[in-house]
Every structure is written in C-alpha cells, then in structure tokens.
C-alpha cells in the first residue's frame, strides 16, 4: 500500500470532488483516478460512489478513513522524530569530565546553556579522569570529554582535542608556611617539599604534568600524600601535611587555611580541552562543541 495513495484516497474523502482534490494536490484528475483505482484494486473493495455528478464514501470507504488518517499521521510524526533526532532536538548526549573540570566556571554555564537549547536532550554526566575519558570516548561510550592531555597515554588519532582553557597551575599550602612570605616562587623552590598529590595510577593529567615538570628542573615530587579527589587534596593542605599543584578552578574549594600562589615560571600552565570523535555526525556532538568553544 502506497501512502501516496492513502494521502490521495484522504483528500478526496474530504472534498468529495475530483477536480477540487487534483487541484488541492497540485496534480491533474487523471492520475488522482488512477491512485484510487489502484487502491480498491489491492483492496479488493470500492471505496467510492461515483456518477458524472456526485462523489460519495462507500462503507469500505469510511471504514477506511479513519485508518488512513491515523497512518498518515503516524508516517508525519515518524518524519518528525527522525528530523528532531538528526536536528539534535533529541537523544542522548553522554559527556565525560574531570573532577577539577567541574569546578571551571564554565562548566555550569556551558551545561545550563545547552540544556536551555536542548531541554529533550538527555545529558548523561560521567565523571572521569583525563585517560579513562579517551578510552571511553575511542570505545564510542562517550560522545564527548571535557578533560587535559595526559602524557602517558596515547591519544587516539580519531580524536580532536580543541584548547577550551588555559589556566596556571597553582601552588596551594598551608597559611602558616615560610613560601606565603616570599615575593617570588618558583617550582625549583619546591624541591624537597612533602607533596600531596593524585595517585600516579589514576591516570589525572595534572599529576603527570607535575611530575613532567619537577622531573625538567632535576627533581621527583617528594609525594607524602595521595588523595582520589581535588576537594580532598585541598582540605589535606589545609592541615599543613604538604603542598599541592592545582589548576587554578579549584581556587573555587575555599578552606581555610589554604593559600593559593602562582609560580613565576612560563610553563606552569595547564589546559583544558574538549575531545571528541573526528568526524562524528551525531549533530548534538557539534551544537555542543560549538556552545563550548562560543562561551569559553
């Protein structure tokens, strides 16, 4: 069964009229016949009274009608759906971020924003870190990562990572130590200094780039502490146990106690980037890395 013919077979059922229907479709009479003939021909039934001057619905004809009407309706609101899913109207959109990430200001404003222009949109969170987020994004369980490049784990040529934010890495310490008097700090000063620091196996990006760092001035962090999470690391710093290098977001876990410096050395920077699969067509990839990129 065409729906061709159905959507023919309903027009005429409204209007009755063979020259009023044709022209309603925009088509000429005869291929308007010939679609009803060949629906009561698959049919086997007439759906039409005709004579040279009346048009009427015959039982099989309103018996029909009301079917017509609802496949047609159903056919527009499959047409619909698939154009709201490829639009990126609907679906699901599963984002990946770090722990630190969350505390950037821009994270709440970029998840508010999309979520304003796509409320049928399903944004499933999944807090990660920087090298379980390029796993998961080269597996296809994550359709985007919001994360820094991690040096000990291969990036996946069908990624893209686009900069989102360059930030300083912060020294955080205890109010009480000598390194808030001096005017200038640098990251040889912090040779021989107990350490508080992510685990080296959870793969956090910041961790690495801190040891990369010490390691580029001849020194290993003399770490004396692990911590899982970046409010934890604060609040171990605030009890005078040891230092930390933060990305300067998380200025934003205000203990007291805590001082934040910055170094006074050019590479001391961090950046987050988000990552996505090249090429991916799913069009809430896109609006969503262009409402990044936009607000950043």
Known sequence: MHVRHLEYFVVLAEELHFRRSAERLGITQAPLSLAIQALE???????????????ALTEAGFSLMNDARHILARIDL??????????????????????????????????????????????????????????????????????????STPLPSNLVFTPLLEEPLLLAMHAAHPLTKATSIRLADLRGEPFIAYPRQAGVAVHEQTVALCAKRGFEPYVVQ??????TLIGLTATGLGIALVPATLKAIAIPGVVFRELDDDDTKTTLYIAHRH???NSRVQQFVELALALR
């Not at 021909?41 to 048009?55: D, K, W």
């Not at 692990?226 to 409010?231: D, G, H, L, N």
């Open 226 to 231: 692990e911590a899982q999470q970046a409010s």
């Open 78 to 151: 499959a047409k619909e759906n698939v154009w709201q899913t490829v639009s990126g109207q609907v679906g699901r959109l599963r984002l990946g971020f770090t722990n630190a990430s969350s505390l950037s200001p821009l994270f709440p404003r970029l998840i508010h924003a999309y979520r304003t222009q796509r409320p049928n949109v399903q944004i499933g969170l999944h807090e990660l870190s920087s090298s379980q987020q390029i796993e998961q994004l080269d597996a296809r369980e994550l359709d985007v990562g919001l994360l820094r490049l991690p040096l």
């Open 279 to 281: 090429g991916d067509v």
């Open 41 to 55: 021909t698959e049919l086997g039934a007439r759906l039409f009274h005709r004579t040279s001057r009346t048009v």
